[in-house]
């Protein structure tokens, strides 16, 4: 089957305020670009629906929401829901959208569980909120769609569900949602000493997770490392009935809340490595504050799970989409032509550091040995 490819108008206008960093556009950006490139056919792009109250309490409680709801409608909140459920503190501002757009997230990832019940792959860029809690928000994520979805797979019956992770920040929310749960096996690489300050080697959620965290600088050689000695052997060794891969674009060099310097190849190199490892896999979008970096990342990502190649050069419709991107921060008042232009990043290469390749084989460490004759 052909990937299919979810989407949505909510992200277009939608911002989280003019000094966040959820001020930019990213997935309308990637789905532009996209569309621009001629990867999809008109009409192509399926529309999220908007998850319902009561499928977003399968993981968040009602309670909590209940006060996302509220707010949408009052722009504001009591104090005592600031306090309990985050709801306009530590970074998750009250917005117009602060209801409808993560249900819409949680509806296109709970839609692409369903698509995938039989098999197949989906890409959800607008999801991804891997930080969101039960019953507060966190790391700009009200709601927790992964959760969500991988929940939909365990109820429609699966059993070994792989979630892996490679934006900049640990998936802490989805870690913590699995903590004893057997059927989910948590992995997330990301930068350590970075906010949530969580998933360090050593936490393994009972024995069914495993964090890889990363020192600054991480460079595309690095990350080819850890795919081929520790993220590849893993997925050989549980065999997943399905893959959930976040593919936060704030690990690129580019960004402005992480210090790692990958290029977008590395993330295309994972979704080409694990497209085929799994019946089942989606794509999520997650973090990336550059709106260059991330439609340029996502559109690639889809590139990818269709076999398209990169073109040399981004014709002028996609050209025009990537000219027409505002950006108020330092990178962009001045951003160099390539971001214009292309699609690729230039690799960026470099030494494997002797810490990578100990947190590849702590990666292993504990899980079954491979069947007799695996490669």
Known sequence: MKPLLIGSEIYRKSTYGPKHPLAIPRVSTALDLIQA????????????????????????????IAALRAAEVEQAVP?????????GAHGNPVYHEIFSRPATSAGGVLLASRLTLDGGVVHVPGGGTHHGQRDRASGFCYVNDAVLGLLSWLDQGLTN???????????DGVQDAFHDDPRVFTLSIHEAARWPFTGGLEDRAGGHARNIPVPSGLNDTEMRWLLHHAVLPLIERLKPEAIMLQCGADALEEDPLAKLSLS?????????AVRDMAPRLIVLGGGGYNPWSVGRCWAGVWGVLNGFPAPERLPPPAEAVMRALVFNRAAGRNPPEHWFTTLRDAPREGPVRLEIRHLAEATLEGLPEPAPGMA
Do not use: K
Request: proline content about 5%.
């Open 37 to 64: 490139l001629g990867w999809v056919e008109p009409g192509g792009i399926i529309e999220s629906p908007m998850a319902s109250e009561a499928e977003l309490s399968r993981f968040h409680t009602p309670d909590y």
């Open 161 to 171: 569900v792989l979630y892996l992770d490679i934006d900049a920040h640990h998936g």
């Open 264 to 272: 977008n190849n590395a993330h295309w190199g994972v979704v080409r």
């Open 79 to 87: 104090e005592a829901v600031r306090m309990r459920h985050h709801i």
